[in-house]
């Protein structure tokens, strides 16, 4: 019969034949000792019997367990074949070995002899030979370290990049710098507020009432328990002092420690889950803990070897303790956002409060638990560092339809467990577990990111020597992008700087149309070029672009749209402007492709130094630009993942404001943006909810990290006036009411936040006076507004109050404020607001009426008519009069005021609008809006005595005055009025004809022309006369 | 068995008669033994008639239920192999069903006793880096364990994927 077990064809090995003797030599010893006396007399009792059969026993026992055991050391693995009576058979991965350690118990040293103990990855001493020769041992270790990292390296990956820490590249390393702090007030609140401390408090009531009552000597024996109590919190107390957490480049460093000060240092490859505990006395303070679970050999300096868990913050506020987490975990995950789907209702009969506290999920990277009443404790663990999967269910648990499932992952604090689940439920997570687990283990496997297995110590023979540091790494976040994935990755190919100081990386997000595979074939076409990484989807470009950042190595990192191209010699002359000008952020001119617009306004000409915020560089927050890595890396500047759309801005924002310097270079075009064929849109009914919760959460990211003030208003006030105000645009009126209340209240919210008057001063009327009838709740007039601006109504310009105010419907209703202008282009919009229809001579006084249809009736007091003489005039004596400045001067010589009446006929009556009666008062019983008749009236009279016999000129002109602005513009005529609208009139120096002329571009000239006597006509002269005679 | 611990593929792969076959013939030896000392009570003397005789009653109805559970046990532990992993069920009232990746696994342990081998069966304990892992199959032909083992440490290896 066989037992199993076959024989491998080398010749076994085995261990020192006087093994028995030092594993029975304490055995022997105690016996002497505990028979001594017999030994001593010679007499041998009953007992001396009984002791010299079981050491006779023993040493036959342990001769033939030494026979039995045998070790093999073949190829890729070690065998152990150990066991008299139960044999076990036990092999052990080579490449598995994590370390080998030579032991000598003092026994074993008498004899020249060691132990072997063997480390496995992640596990506890998995196996020991004990006891070979000193020598033979340490040959033994040699052999099977040697043959270890040959496995390896023939094993490693092709792709595949050393595991090293962001930022480990030889040429530069991150500053350490702190992350958290204990600080004294909350590591003694904590410890006051623990259970201990309770208990000590309840016992020291209790023994006190004892002793009261029954007496001292009742309490004595309580005593050393509350020594014991004391001696354990001053031990804590002093093990938790000035406790520091820091990032360093080896990993997360821990220092504590009062009066012997520890350190630790957690290397991130090796954790393998994190606990977040929540006492129920710390729940109010809103503290927690965080304990993490590592795996492998010396973990840490304290060179404890196998598993252990450590403390990463004994107490801290629940914020930072999830910080750390997702520090811990990798960086990109977020385990807060696991959903954790509490147990069905059945549950109550197995555990009635289960309901409130138990919960389990999974998110597309963690796998995350929670139970515990008293002590709330979420278990989170990643899916690549699932090791198997257990469901189990009980009697009880059969009959309610429930099941639990396991996942066991190496030993620490950390136990995932999904408690009294819906059976179905909980087979079907199990699979999906299994399903994402091997995913995420392949995925790691392959491309060497951070889940390596045991990663190689750099002084090992087998690591590979640091590759040189490329100047920039290109990150491309893919996401179905066929066919224009190829272009991109074309022109990295074909980029002048060259791929030896360039390195691109390219993480595919899940994508279904074939763009994985053609990165892996560009991947296989220039070795080294590229690194590929394959992730599940995860919803947007953040989570790829912050794994990107992470394994990037290059100086400088540039990102860019997996649908655009690059000219062939962007890299080179953006990477030489950033060296030459120490630039920390730089970029190109884009220009669009394939009908796509992009903005020329910023790309005028090559900058070197632009301020933000106070420039036009909140209108160019895409990330498609060049950034220093060392800055990044800094200050922690990474893409928020709670963003499918606009989550460039807050990073592009968070970089511009640490940047020393932010160029931009427009001698040519740098990166083609290219408009997709197909490219889904999201029609505005269905998106505009996500869209506005998008754009608000970019708002709340941008407000963290700028201070209220000018700077913030400056970056925001782009989202106001550009996003929003896009949100309130024709496709709003096509939504159904209550659609259009929730946006309503949607922008409320962010007006309420984030439109302050500094904002608001930098908006277009428009735009401010639908942000803010928004923000009051006001929908019909909001309606009102935006179906004029879809209308084109003209909205006419009221200079009132020292102010120029734009006449939107809703003024004079509404808040005044809402109207002024302080950004529109007034002198354009005064240029076509009056035009003359009809002239007139009345006398020496010239009558104009003007349709003002782009001016409101409120200007009337704040307008003036006026005459200006026209270059050409000349004075007695040929000089033209100068001020006290020296600039020649021309003073106006006549200004009347100016008659502005509501327009008589009411304009662009378009569907949304209520026709108003423009008699009807309004709440402030001023004109509601419509533009305004002009009329106004020039008595030329007091001009004819200047200068007789003189030809002059002069311009019609209108003056608006708004406080320290003043607006003087010609008046323009339509060309139906009649030109030459001429008179003739008499004086005391001589008969002038007065010409109203309609000159060059429409303006109105007066002409005062002489003219002899000879030339009036007789008719003309006889009314003079008679005129004369009567009154004047 | 119910959907819950249905296997993944077509069936269980059922664990050898030999099983039962020994923990019936350990059960009985115990059994016998536990009758000859409460038999050796009464004939002594040492408790009345009446208690030994409950007694042995107890020893017979134990006796009778644990040759009822070993069987049921023994019908009830079944795996399955498939391309990237293993599943493993067991139990009656306790049920649990463990997969365990090819992957993940570090070593793997085959055991047999003296009794073991003497009805041509192991025991294969499956070690992963986690110690909650209970993944093993008492009771496998000893070929098959043999051959689970090495097919085991093999796949395992193809599919190194580190910590």
């Known amino acids: 019969m066989t037992d199993g077990l076959d024989h491998a064809v080398r010749p076994p090995k085995r261990l020192s034949p006087l093994t028995p003797v030092v594993r029975g030599g304490v055995l022997v010893a105690a016996a002497a000792f505990a028979s001594f006396d017999s030994l001593v007399s010679g007499e041998v009792g009953p007992f001396g019997i009984i002791l010299l059969a079981v050491l006779l026993g023993g040493f036959v026992f342990g001769y033939a367990s030494w026979l039995r055991t045998r070790y093999w050391i073949t190829d890729d693995e070690l065998r152990i074949d150990t066991g008299v009576l139960y044999h076990q058979s036990r092999r052990i991965r080579i490449d598995r070995l994590q370390g080998i350690d030579i032991v000598q118990p003092f026994i074993a040293r008498l004899f020249g002899l060691a132990e072997l103990k063997i480390d496995v990855a992640g596990g506890d001493r998995e196996g020991s030979l004990a006891y070979l020769p000193l020598a033979e041992a340490h040959q033994v270790r040699e052999v099977l370290l040697a043959r270890r990292d040959a496995v390896r390296r023939s094993a490693a990956p092709a792709t595949g990049k050393p595991d090293a820490p962001a930022g480990a590249d030889p040429a530069w390393a991150p500053p350490d710098h702190e992350i958290a702090r204990l600080d004294l007030p909350m590591l003694v609140g904590s410890m006051l507020l623990s259970m201990e401390t309770v208990g000590a408090v309840v016992g020291g009531v209790v023994v006190s009432v004892l002793a009261v009552t029954a007496g001292g000597a009742v309490a004595l024996p309580v005593l050393p328990v509350f020594a014991g109590f004391a001696l354990f919190q001053v031990r804590k107390f002093s093990a938790y002092y000035g406790f520091t957490v820091s990032q360093t480049s080896a990993g997360l460093q821990i220092r504590r420690g009062l009066l012997e000060r520890t350190t630790q240092t957690i290397a991130l490859s090796r954790v393998q889950g994190v606990l977040l505990s929540e006492p129920a006395l710390w729940r109010r303070m809103g503290w927690a803990k965080l304990d993490v679970a590592i795996a492998g050999y010396g973990s840490g300096s304290d060179s404890e070897g196998g598993p252990s868990a450590t403390t990463v913050m004994p107490v801290a506020s629940r914020a930072l303790v999830v910080q750390l987490a997702r520090h811990l975990l990798g960086g990109d995950v977020d385990p807060d956002a696991v959903p954790l789907a509490p147990p069905p209702r059945q549950t109550r009969w197995l555990d009635p409060f289960a309901r409130r506290f138990m919960g389990a999920g999974t998110s597309e990277e963690l796998i995350a638990s929670r139970e515990g009443w008293f002590t709330r404790r979420t278990h989170v663990v990643r899916h690549a560092r699932v090791q198997s999967l257990r469901l189990t269910q009980g009697p009880l648990e059969r009959r309610l339809g429930l099941a639990n499932l396991h996942v066991d992952s190496p030993p620490g604090p950390v136990h995932v467990l999904a408690r009294h689940r819906d059976a179905v439920e909980a087979r079907e997570l199990m699979e999906r577990e299994q399903a994402l687990a091997e995913s995420a283990r392949t995925a790691a496997a392959r491309y060497g990111r951070g889940v390596t297995e045991a990663a190689p110590d750099p002084a090992s023979p087998g690591a590979d020597p640091a590759p040189r540091t490329p100047d920039v790494t290109v990150i491309i976040p893919v996401y179905n992008t066929m066919p224009y994935l190829t272009a991109c990755l074309q022109s990295m190919v074909d980029q002048t700087i060259g791929a030896d100081r360039m390195e691109v990386v390219a993480v595919d997000d899940g994508s279904t149309d074939g763009s994985g595979k053609e990165l892996e074939r560009f991947a296989a076409d220039h070795p080294g070029l590229f690194t590929v990484l394959h992730q599940e989807n995860s919803g947007g470009p953040a989570s790829p672009c912050n794994r990107g950042l992470e394994v990037a190595r290059g100086r400088y990192v540039f990102f860019i749209g997996a649908d655009d191209y690059l000219a062939e010699n962007a890299l080179e002359k953006l990477v030489d402007a950033a060296d030459g000008w120490d630039s920390d952020v730089i970029w190109g001119k884009v220009e669009g492709v394939g009908g796509r617009g992009i903005s020329q306004l910023l790309f005028g000409s090559t900058e070197k130094d632009i301020p933000f915020p106070h420039s036009r560089l909140p209108y160019a927050l895409a990330n498609s630009k060049m950034f220093r890595r060392s800055m990044l890396e800094e200050h922690g500047i990474r893409y928020h993942l709670d963003l499918r759309v606009g989550s460039d801005q807050p990073f592009t924002v968070a970089a511009m404001l640490h940047a020393r310097r932010i160029s931009v270079l427009a001698d040519q075009t740098y990166y083609y943006g290219v408009r997709r064929e197909n490219a889904t849109n999201i029609t505005f009914s269905s998106g505009w909810q996500a869209r506005l919760e998008d754009i608000g959460t970019v708002m709340a990211h941008i407000a963290e990290l700028v201070p209220p003030g000018p700077d913030r208003d400056q970056i925001l006030h782009r989202h106001f006036k550009w996003e929003l105000t896009n949100r309130l645009r024709a496709d709003f009126l096509d939504l159904a009411e209550d659609d259009q209340r929730a946006l309503m209240a949607l922008v409320r919210g962010l007006a309420e936040e984030h439109l302050t008057d500094g904002v608001s001063a930098k908006l277009p009327v428009g735009a401010r006076l639908r942000l803010r009838l928004a923000q009051a709740g006001r929908l019909e007039e909001l309606r009102a507004v935006v179906a004029a601006e879809r209308d084109r109504l003209p909205a006419p310009l009221a200079f009132r109050d020292g102010r120029v105010l734009l006449a939107l419907p809703g003024y004079g209703d509404l808040e005044e404020d809402w109207f002024e202008s302080r950004t529109e282009n007034v002198v354009e919009r005064l240029e076509a607001a009056v035009v003359v229809t009809s002239l007139a001579w009345r006398g020496t006084v010239l009558h104009v009426e003007a349709a003002g249809a782009g001016l409101h009736p409120d200007s009337a007091e704040a307008t003036s008519a006026v005459l200006r003489p026209l270059p050409g005039n000349r004075r007695p004596g040929g000089a033209v009069r100068r001020s006290a400045k020296g600039q020649a001067r021309r003073r106006p010589v006549l200004r009347s005021a100016v008659a502005l009446s509501p327009a008589t006929a009411l304009r662009g009556l378009g569907t949304g609008l209520r026709p108003r009666d423009a008699d009807a008062p309004t709440a402030t019983g001023r004109p509601a809006q419509g533009g305004a008749d002009l009329h106004a009236a020039y008595d030329v009279g007091d001009l004819l005595g200047r200068a007789p016999g003189k030809r002059r000129r002069w311009s019609a002109r209108l003056v608006f005055e708004a406080g320290p602005r003043v607006f003087d513009l010609p008046l323009v005529a339509e060309a139906e009025v009649p030109h030459d609208t001429a008179t003739l009139v008499r004086t005391d120096a001589g008969w002038y004809r007065l010409v109203a002329r309609v000159g060059q571009h429409g303006r109105i000239v007066l002409v005062r022309q002489p003219v002899p006597v000879e030339e009036v006509p007789r008719r003309e002269r006889l009314r003079a006369k008679i005129s004369r005679l009567g009154p004047r | ?163």
Do not use: C, K
């Open chain 2, 1 to 163: 068995m119910d959907d819950l611990f249905a296997p993944p593929g077509t069936a269980w792969q059922p664990v050898s008669p030999a099983l039962a076959r020994m923990r019936r013939t350990l059960l009985a030896v115990v059994t016998v033994v536990a009758l000859l000392a409460v038999g050796a009570v009464g004939w002594l003397g040492l408790l009345p008639r009446g208690l030994v005789a409950v007694a042995a009653a107890l020893v017979v109805t134990l006796a009778a239920s644990g040759w009822w559970l070993v069987g049921r046990n023994a019908r009830r532990w079944g795996y399955a192999e498939r391309d990237e992993d293993l599943y493993i069920t067991r139990g009656a009232l306790f049920r649990t069903l463990v997969v365990v990746p090819y992957g993940r696994m570090q070593f793997v342990d085959v055991q047999a006793g003296p009794l073991d081998r003497a009805y041509g069966i192991a025991r294969i304990q499956l070690h992963t880096a986690s110690p909650g892992t209970s993944a093993h199959i008492p009771g496998l032909p000893a070929e098959d364990a043999a051959r689970l083992r090495d097919r085991l440490t093999s796949l395992g290896q193809a599919q190194a994927a580190g910590l």
